[in-house]
């Protein structure tokens, strides 16, 4: 992390202009001038490959350092099949009423999704899920219907939280006519909150736990204060396992607190995203830096930076040259609508 801190230090004046501003403030201009040179003469397949740490033996030493220096500084991200630490794990496949509205990204992600959180939760004995920021509960839904658990569908926005309920219920009748023997279908319960701090997220959680009244609908509108959390176990609340799929934001950050100081909550699955949006330099608890590493470095983003982040290396690469291009080219008109 210090090593981190304070490679970001020797170039924040490039890290922290917005993209446009490359072009609007001739910002090339602050590159090292060798490297320049050296980098117009490459096609744009090896300008693509820059940040994957791939460098020519032609290149100026100093460039070929930088590169290779940041590269080294790449956190350790390992992929691991669920298989290896979930051997019991089984994937269901959506049917099309309850991949209705899905794509094929967002079908493949639920499929994937759900059946790692269904083992997860036996594995740890629990049978309740909440899936926060649950959007449209498609992934409520795959858990209520294919895998039998009763899920808490939390959400900032109540229209979302409608679609989930109208959705639901069409999606039982199709499972109850389906089904030979009479069986009951819990739909997903809806809470519709916005979680700015772990302690909202604790207190509504174990709050939806304990009220067992009603099939789905709790509406909690504009819980943003600050609710001492519960210290203590309540043994009327099941165990449960936090899931997330895209949990934006601070929104993957609380989840990871509430993992931590809830006895209650057994597992956390997050997916996060829009690492951009995280909250630094707050007087509350922000989303970055959480780990006590990061903190001791001093290491400080801010927006711009983490912007840039954002722009995945492997996204780039896998488009086209004329796509890429076209990226580069809409940077540069709005540069130019800009000025």
């Known amino acids: 992390m210090e090593a981190i801190a304070s490679f970001l230090g020797r170039h924040r004046p490039l890290l922290e202009a917005h993209v446009v501003n490359f072009f609007k403030d001739r910002l090339w201009e602050m590159v090292d001038a060798d490297w320049m040179e050296c980098l117009r003469r490459e096609p744009v397949e090896s300008l693509l490959m820059l940040p994957s740490g791939c460098v020519q033996d032609h290149w100026p030493s100093s460039l070929q350092e930088f590169i290779l220096t940041a590269r080294s500084l790449v956190l350790p991200r390992e992929q691991k099949s669920p298989q290896s630490f979930l051997p019991n794990s089984r994937v269901a496949s959506i049917g099309t009423v309850l991949a209705q509205g899905m794509n094929s990204k967002k079908k493949h992600e639920i499929e994937a999704l759900s059946g790692i959180v269904d083992a997860i939760a036996r594995s740890r004995g629990a049978k309740t899920v909440v899936d926060v920021g649950s959007g449209q509960g498609y992934l409520a839904q795959a858990l209520s219907f294919e895998y039998q658990l009763a899920v808490i569908a939390i959400d900032a926005s109540s229209h979302h939280a409608s679609v989930t309920n109208t959705r639901a219920e069409r999606i039982k009748k199709h499972y109850a006519a389906k089904c030979v023997e009479k069986q009951q279908f819990k739909v997903p319960r809806t809470v519709t909150c916005h979680v700015l701090s772990s302690d909202t997220l604790a207190a509504v959680t174990l709050d939806a736990c304990q009220d067992d009244h009603g099939e789905h609908i709790t509406e909690t509108n504009n819980c943003n204060q600050s609710i001492p959390q519960i210290e203590q176990p309540n043994h009327s609340i099941p165990q449960l396992v936090l899931a997330g799929l895209h949990a934006c934001g601070d929104l993957s950050v609380n989840m990871l607190r509430v993992f931590v100081s809830c006895e209650q909550v057994q597992a956390l699955v997050s ?53 890429a291009l076209q990226n580069f080219d809409i940077h540069a008109f709005r540069a130019a609508f800009q000025m």
């Open 271 to 323: 997916v996060g995203c829009c690492y951009n949006l995280l909250s630094e330099d707050t007087d509350t608890c922000p989303g970055f830096p959480i780990s006590k590493a990061a903190k001791s470095s001093k290491l400080v983003l801010g927006k711009s930076i983490r912007d840039l982040a954002c722009q995945s290396a492997e996204r780039w690469r896998n488009l086209t040259k004329e796509m």
